[in-house]
């Protein structure tokens, strides 16, 4: 059985954690990380997943990671239950929490003690040896209250348009946006790439992608409406980034034939 719920962060830490999340097991049990445009801290405090390649040899992976913005899916697996803590964060929480861009981490996943060295190791020695999952919240609240600073002035513009484009993903010019942010498009994708992790166009790809993730479990549209309504321009379209960014044909996900959806049912 897979039980799966999220945790609302407190208001002082929204503007950078759009949630906890918690996914427990109690069998064995393979994943798949979807691309997608936000980042995620993860503690794997009871069971390790193995990576799989495209061959499906499995590589040990960390107890803990930070996983950076994603434009390709990756698949890990267990064969026994398990337990992840997870923070699910905007991208510009890179920039903010450790002062580096997110493109640093784009497709990566460090984990935390290389990252962030004696403080990275500390966090996870903590997280790991909480009782349970409050007091796991506990510790993550107080070690981002510890890190958390203002974006520049100049970066909040930019920072508003990501916050938009994965609440509701739209296919504006990135002119237009770079005009309500008060800069040239070359110094806007700069920024922008700095605080996202990809170029604006990229970003607006993943983000409308995820977008239809969201319909899972809800009533099936025809792909024909459900690219129209998540903005793509025809089916095929749809088809194609669907497959690119989650190894899907859309029709054997949104029936919940796909690998690693349980969790979502």
Not at 7 to 22: A, G, K, N, T
């Amino acid at each position: 059985m897979i039980r799966y719920h999220t945790i609302i962060p407190p208001p002082d830490l929204r503007s950078l954690i759009r949630f906890y999340w918690i996914l427990e097991g109690d069998e064995p049990y393979t994943h798949r990380s979807l691309a997608c445009g936000s980042v995620e801290m993860v503690f794997h405090y009871a069971g390790v997943f193995d990576e799989l390649n495209k061959q499906n040899i499995a590589a040990a992976t960390a107890v803990t990671g930070l996983q950076g913005p994603s434009h390709q899916y990756r698949r890990y697996s267990i064969d026994t239950g398990f337990g992840i803590f997870g923070v699910y964060m905007y991208p510009f929480a890179i920039p903010v929490l450790f002062n580096m861009p997110a493109s640093t981490l784009s497709n990566e996943m460090p984990d935390l003690p290389s990252l962030l060295g004696a403080s990275g190791r500390q966090l996870q020695e903590m997280v790991m040896l909480a009782e349970n999952n409050q007091q796991r919240l506990s510790v993550l609240n107080t070690f981002f209250r510890q890190h958390l600073r203002e974006l520049p002035a100049a970066d909040q513009p930019i920072a508003s348009c990501i916050i938009a484009l994965q609440q509701q993903p739209h296919l504006s010019p990135v002119s237009e946006w770079a005009s309500h942010a008060f800069l040239s498009q070359r110094q806007f994708e700069r920024r922008f790439k700095s605080l996202a992790g990809f170029t604006p166009k990229l970003f607006s790809r993943i983000s409308r992608f995820q977008h239809a993730t969201r319909h899972y479990n809800k009533d099936f549209l025809s792909l024909t409406a459900l690219a129209q309504q998540c903005g793509y321009y025809d089916q095929s379209h749809f088809i194609h980034d669907f497959r690119e960014f989650s190894g899907f044909h859309p029709r054997e996900f949104f029936k919940g034939n796909a690998e690693g959806t349980v969790w979502r049912d």
